[in-house]
């Protein structure tokens, strides 16, 4: 229950000092909303007037503890270009981009488990440094660039699926499917070829560990013993990995949804950024540093799960 309350109390301390840090920072930028708003053909006494009705003229401590205060309500703002709620804006496109990490994530993992144990059993053996090579050639490759492979691919060579777009659920499950298909690959396959180099160094380690040789010792085969005892034991490390990795999933996500132009988080925070929505660019961006807050504490609140030793110091 401390290292809860602990953590608790850390997620709080680091998130406003990035609201502090995000707000200060974008209202540091150069340039003008009400400037934006009426165009360059505007007078300046109407962009005195328009900032005064948004209320840019007030001191920015004062627009930064109302700003928080909405925050705190739920309340992430509303843009002054088109009088919208970020939240309205923000939570339809969030199901797009929760689908892609969240999926993509899970597809790393189902490939990353797998092989990074066979490359650390077969680590002295060719099969094992291909997987290790492979898994080195993904981590060169840029996100964007893997993604254009696959459209060239799949979408454009053979034909087999589409090469952007986005159908939800609800409308057409199948073909919800299929659009999903080509940029879960992407970003799963990235973070895969991450997650693999992890997963073998943690077993390696297990490997040379000294309940593992009496496994060994006692007739059980080095796939039974890393199973029963060594997958527990790696978890810890791997959760800290897998955590990490689903915060960098996330940034990857953005650029996953221009590449093949999915309607998410992501494609709403481009575009904000494009036409200067400063209101929608602090509302996103906050809501991804809670995200990727919130996934971190999560992870440390795991280890208490797999590492029984961790109960007794919490």
């Known amino acids: 229950m401390a290292r809860v309350c602990k953590r608790i109390a850390v997620f709080a301390i680091s998130w406003l000092g990035a609201s502090v840090l995000v707000f ?8 003008n909303v009400a400037e934006a708003i009426l165009g360059t053909d505007a007078t300046p006494e109407r962009v005195a007037e328009l900032s005064a009705e948004l209320g840019l003229d007030r001191p920015i401590w004062v627009r930064y503890l109302e700003w928080l205060g909405g925050v705190l309500h739920g309340d992430l703002g509303t843009t002054p270009l088109g009088h919208y709620q970020v939240s309205e804006l923000l939570f339809p496109k969030l199901g797009v981009s929760l689908w892609l990490v ?3 994530m899970l597809l790393a993992l189902v490939i990353a488990l797998p092989a990074g144990m066979f490359a650390a059993l077969r680590r002295r053996r060719a099969s094992g440094v291909a ?16 993604g254009i492979m696959l459209v060239l691919v799949f979408a454009v060579w053979l034909r087999w699926l589409p090469a952007n777009g986005y159908v939800p659920i609800t409308t057409n499950p199948a073909s919800w499917a299929s659009h999903l298909v080509l940029p879960v690959l992407t970003l799963g396959l990235v973070q895969a070829a991450v997650l693999i180099r992890y997963v073998r160094s943690a077993f390696i380690e297990v490997l ?5 040789r009496t496994a060994r010792s006692i007739g059980w085969t080095q796939f039974r013993a890393l199973i029963r005892h060594g997958l527990r034991n790696a978890a810890v ?3 800290t990995v897998a955590g990490l990795q689903f915060a960098s999933a996330i940034v990857g996500a953005i650029v996953v949804e221009q590449v093949f132009t999915l309607p998410g ?14 209101v929608v660019v602090q509302g996103v961006v906050m809501f991804l540093v809670a995200a990727v807050l919130v996934i971190n504490a999560l992870v440390d609140i795991s280890y208490v799960l797999f590492d029984p030793r961790q109960r007794s110091r919490a």
């Open 24 to 31: 200060f920072t974008i209202n540091a930028l150069p340039g």
């Open 102 to 104: 969240g999926l993509g």
């Open 131 to 146: 997987v290790s090579a492979l898994a080195e050639v993904g981590m060169a490759i840029p996100v964007f660039w893997g």
């Open 208 to 212: 040379h560990e000294d309940y593992f």
């Open 237 to 239: 490390s791997l959760s």
């Open 265 to 278: 988080v992501g494609s709403l925070l481009l575009s904000a950024v494009s036409t200067r929505d400063l």
